[in-house]
């Protein structure tokens, strides 16, 4: 088992910068990806950002290309989404998520552990 632990959101004007964080425990040594969805009101679950646990690679997608950006502390177990230049667009509840597989990393339901979500709110 692994759980998964998002803190950081909150409340910001469009053009601001937040960082979430997601603490992983557990089981750690077996994890795969650990990536960030959203989902905004009324909307489907959205892929973000992913940092591949052993070799720190990173994917985004496309909307968030060049404002957004994935790191990880392994010492620590957890990984970062730093958030630049947010638009309202991007508010949302943000969800971290583990899997220990490396394949179909866009798709939420491949993943195993969830984190409870954070909010993230952006003012516009």
């Known amino acids: 088992q692994v759980q998964v632990v998002e803190s950081g959101g909150g409340l910001v004007q469009a053009g601001d910068s937040l960082r979430v964080s997601c603490a992983a425990s557990?089981?750690?040594?077996?994890?795969?990806?650990i990536t960030w969805f959203r989902q905004a009101p009324g909307k489907e679950r959205e892929f973000v950002a992913a940092?591949?646990?052993?070799?720190?690679?990173?994917y985004y997608t496309d909307s968030v290309k060049g404002r957004f950006t994935i790191s990880r502390d392994n010492a620590k177990n957890t990984v970062y989404l730093q958030m630049n230049s947010l638009k309202p667009d991007d508010a949302a509840v943000y969800y971290c998520?583990?899997?220990?597989?490396?394949?179909?990393?866009?798709?939420?339901?491949?993943?195993?552990?969830w984190g409870q979500g954070t909010q993230v709110t952006v003012s516009s």
């Open positions: 557990g089981r750690t040594a077996n994890i795969g990806y």
């Open positions: 940092i591949r646990w052993s070799s720190g690679i990173t």
């Open positions: 998520a583990v899997k220990g597989g490396v394949t179909n990393i866009w798709m939420a339901n491949t993943y195993e552990y």
